[in-house]
């Protein structure tokens, strides 16, 4: 028996001082004290008891597609949903899924049965989870569209329904955001009888755009900036002459201004300082802060 973290449980999906780089999609990031992969609801249940017993603190992880994790890591329990996976539809083109399932699996079954109502999910490489409290979207469509409730397990550890109004769902920002609530499940409704070479073009046709014009070659977090309306942020990172500009090894993509990869070997700081980098140039030229749409996980210095 540990004296300051109460009994353990005895669970396989538990570790300690686990390196998150390979659950980020930028591949960077230090140790998580505790690192947990639930694949069953039970397992979520034992775990969250446990760290709540112990107060720690919770953060849930999806596919780590928007997040930029300190080099110096997350204290307490980071709890992971990607083994937590199903997906069940029935006839009217509602689907139940798991939080872990990645969207884009999603989004291809949707297609072949015919249903249409994902097709500009195909792209986004987060799990159910992290489309829900991201409200991720594209192309004109995002999860409030479709999403008819989220199963959240709460910090009483009681299981609850949310429906849209509960979530508060805006622009890439969801009520859940930032919380200690994990959602486990999210239902859907779709629009079934479609044909579904039909669909599955339309879904294709969304993909191959994006890998026209985003630089998935490299290990990134997607659009690193929010939208400032009415301008584009690309717009106004690439007009500032930033493209290609690198600090270390964290260049801000040729492909498209928006992005920042991780040429081999970035660490956090790195991204960051980029990221400041461009905030203050983009300021400087165009009077416009940029928001950042990444989320930033562990301690940063102050720049
Ligand atoms: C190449 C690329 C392209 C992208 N394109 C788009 C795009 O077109 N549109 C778009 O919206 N996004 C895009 N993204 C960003 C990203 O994929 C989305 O924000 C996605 O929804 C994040 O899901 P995730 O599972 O990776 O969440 P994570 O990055 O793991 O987490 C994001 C936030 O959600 C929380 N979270 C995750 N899962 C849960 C859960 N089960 N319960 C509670 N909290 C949870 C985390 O704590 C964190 O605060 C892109 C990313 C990449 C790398």
Redesign the pocket.
Known sequence: MNQTLGILPNLACLKPQVSLQALT?FRVGGLSDWLALPRRQSEFEAVLAWAIAADLQI?????????LISDRGIPGLVIC?RRWRSTEFDDSGRVTVA?GEP?PTLAWKAAKRGCRGLEWAV?????V???V??N???HGGCTADVLVSAT?LDSNLDLVQLTPADLNFQY?TSA???GR????EATFQLEPGHDPEVVVADTLAGLNQRRAT?P?DRP????VFRNPYPHTAGTLIEQAGLKGYRIGNAQVAERHANFIVNLGGATATDIHRLIHHVQGEVEARWAVKLQPEV?FMGEFPNL
């Open positions: 999609t953060t849930p992880l999806g596919a780590g597609s928007n997040l949903t939080a969207l792209g986004i490489p987060g799990t989870g992290g489309a409290v991201m991720a979207g594209a959240v890439r859940l955001q930032g609530r994990v959602v486990l985003q998935y990134n977090c997607g659009s989320k």
